[in-house]
């Protein structure tokens, strides 16, 4: 079957006086719906996760509380602080031998976080100790010291920008408190509103025997507010430690302990995501290797995890750690895709890298995760698995080794990771990184796909429909990990998404190279914009798709199965005679 549909007709009319013939000129599109083309992959379309912008803490994560372990100001191990930035460790960059001269956003001063507030004849005074931690894993803890007390003394956590406290929904509160003897008060939580109103109240056991106390109860809010906060009251001299004060709504994502906030979640799964890619991007590499995203930490008690400063200029808590990424990937039927680190820092950064004996550590930590997904219970890590709550396997499918790394160590580390992930995991893709600063061929051995990564003006995704037209085939196929349109377009605009969605098509109609691609970055708190364009916005009452979000939800919701054959022909038609004329344009007291 042949098709024919005119989609653009051109008329040619000089402006000049005298009688002319005009060609009309057609360009057809010629469909063939007999010849199938290459067919579009089911996994072409997933997302990627970074903490940045405050996309997990302050975001997907549902943790209410902002530094509840009192870790925010931890500073990394060599680090240091001058006025408000923060100060790498020298490491020399492993491309040059430099040492390049960075800085980084640092927010002094106080606790961050929490306030206190006093009466007019209140005294009372907090600082961070590391006395006596709860976990050693996450040792700060905050004193509180009242001397005096005329009214209540309040702790006050507003949370990331305002909590969004909603009428009738319940709250978690749990508390780790040690309280001196000589405190004979009491300790009560409230949910307040911007203006002060009380939401919730309840009272928290208060037990001075200098002990630490894991305790939880629930508030049930009373009104709605978006801009609410988080009190804990003293009414009595004396001293009083807290280890950790966390607030979560019940309501989360598929209930979830721990879990995604409901509202960011459902963003997420509306794209219907065939994979998730994490923990990152820039993350996974650190600052410094010693400033790197690590996994294993990011397992276990939510009290217990240290978190680590983001390359992005604030503290990840570690919340929305790896079984959490595993559960979500299994709740919206998504591919998990793991990133792992190389023994290379962040190359945009410092571009520290490991010495060469510490490889292997890199590589069996990678080995470790792959294990803690998949292994059987029987193995170190599958058994750590099922003590956590998921006896049976997580859906690990990818694994990227390294992010926007380049240059003749990485290849040489990136062989080295292929072969030993191979040997052992021989079902798995595997995932090498191709980036635009690299000229040259790839020097490595093999991988199953190549990562490049597009942030561009939108003229470039208009020009480059075609880029992977001209792409060699055979070696591996494509994975367009980072991509987005935003250059010149603000936080984004309509202009962009249509570029985006043009470049999407290109994608498609090389569905035989190109097998997955994600859009980047994926989320932003509008309060903490670190990035230019982001896909999807929200704060703390409510979450919204960007132009961008619907291209990429109608691409994947309307995804071809296969491409057939087609080709477009010019053609010119008959002559047509046109009287002489002019054409004119007039205003009066009007903008043109």
């Known amino acids: 079957m042949r098709i024919r549909k005119c989609i653009l007709t051109v008329l040619f009319l000089p402006l000049v006086a005298g009688c002319h013939k005009v060609s009309h000129v057609s360009e057809e599109v010629v469909v063939n719906l007999r010849q199938k083309g290459t067919d579009i992959s089911s996994s072409m379309y997933g997302v990627f996760f970074e903490e940045i912008n405050h996309a997990g803490d302050g975001g997907l994560y549902a943790e209410l509380v902002q530094n509840r372990s009192f870790e925010e100001d931890e500073i990394p191990e060599g680090y240091r602080i001058e006025g408000t930035k923060l100060i790498p460790l020298a490491k020399p960059y492993h491309l040059t031998g430099e040492i390049r001269e960075r800085s980084f956003e640092w927010y002094g001063g106080k606790i961050r976080g929490w306030n206190l507030k006093t009466g007019d004849l209140s005294e009372a005074s907090m600082r961070l100790t590391k006395e006596r931690p709860m976990y050693p894993t996450a040792p700060n803890n905050l004193e509180l010291f009242i001397q005096k007390t005329t009214g209540a003394v309040q702790l006050v956590n507003e949370g990331y920008w305002g909590m969004g406290i909603r009428q009738n929904e319940r709250y978690h509160l749990r508390t780790i ?3 001196d003897p000589g405190y004979k008060g009491t300790l009560t939580a409230k949910l307040l509103s ?7 109240r309840a009272l928290l056991p208060c037990i001075p025997d200098g002990e630490w106390h894991d305790m939880t109860l629930v508030l049930t809010s009373v009104a709605t507010d978006c801009k609410s906060s988080l009190a804990i009251e ?17 309501n989360t994502f598929k209930k979830r302990q721990n879990g995604l906030r409901k509202d960011v979640a459902e963003m997420v799964a509306g794209l ?9 991007g820039c993350v996974v590499e650190g600052i410094t290797l010693n400033n790197r995203f690590e996994w294993k930490k990011t397992l276990g008690d939510p009290a217990a995890r240290p978190g680590e400063y983001s390359t992005w200029g604030y503290h990840c808590s570690y919340g929305f750690g790896y079984y959490e990424m595993l559960q979500f990937c299994e709740d919206i039927g998504a591919k998990a895709m793991y990133v792992c680190n190389v023994g290379l820092s962040c ?24 294990e803690y997904a998949l292994g059987d219970t029987l193995t170190e890590w599958g058994a750590r698995r099922a003590a956590d709550g998921h006896p049976a396997p997580f859906p690990l499918q990818y694994i990227e080794i390294g992010n926007e790394n380049w240059g003749d ?6 062989d080295m990771f292929y072969q030993a992930i191979k040997q052992k995991y021989p079902q798995l893709t595997l995932i090498y990184n191709e980036m635009p600063e690299r000229n ?10 190549v990562d490049p990564h597009y942030y561009v003006a939108p003229e470039f995704f208009f020009r480059n429909t075609d880029l992977f037209d001209h792409y060699e085939r055979g070696k591996h196929t494509v994975y367009v990990g980072e991509y987005s349109c935003n250059r010149g377009v603000g936080g984004g605009n309509m202009w962009a998404a249509l570029s985006e969605a043009a470049f999407i098509g290109g994608m498609e109609r090389n569905g035989d190279l190109v097998k997955m691609a994600s859009y980047a970055p994926l989320l932003e708190n509008r309060n903490n914009r670190k990035w230019p364009t982001n896909l999807i916005w929200f704060d703390s009452e409510q979450v919204v798709g960007r132009g961008s979000y619907y291209v990429q939800k109608m691409a994947v919701e309307n995804r071809p199965t296969y491409n057939v054959a087609n080709d477009k022909v010019l053609r010119a038609t008959d ?5 002489p004329g002019h054409i004119g344009f007039g205003s009066w007291a009007t903008a043109v």
């Open 177 to 179: 408190v040690r309280v």
């Open 194 to 200: 911007e203006k002060g109103d009380i939401l919730a």
């Open 234 to 250: 003293f009414d009595a001299p004396g001293k009083v430690w807290l280890d950790y004060v966390s607030l979560f709504p019940e």
């Open 272 to 280: 219907q995501p065939a994979f998730f890619r994490w923990p990152g």
């Open 347 to 370: 190359q945009f950064r410092m571009g520290e890298a490991s010495e060469k004996s510490d490889i292997s550590y890199y590589i069996d930590d990678c080995l470790d995760a792959i």
């Open 409 to 414: 160590e990485y290849d040489r580390r990136f």
């Open 440 to 449: 040259g061929p790839m020097g490595i051995t093999k991988t199953d796909m």
């Open 575 to 579: 002559t047509a005679s046109y009287v």
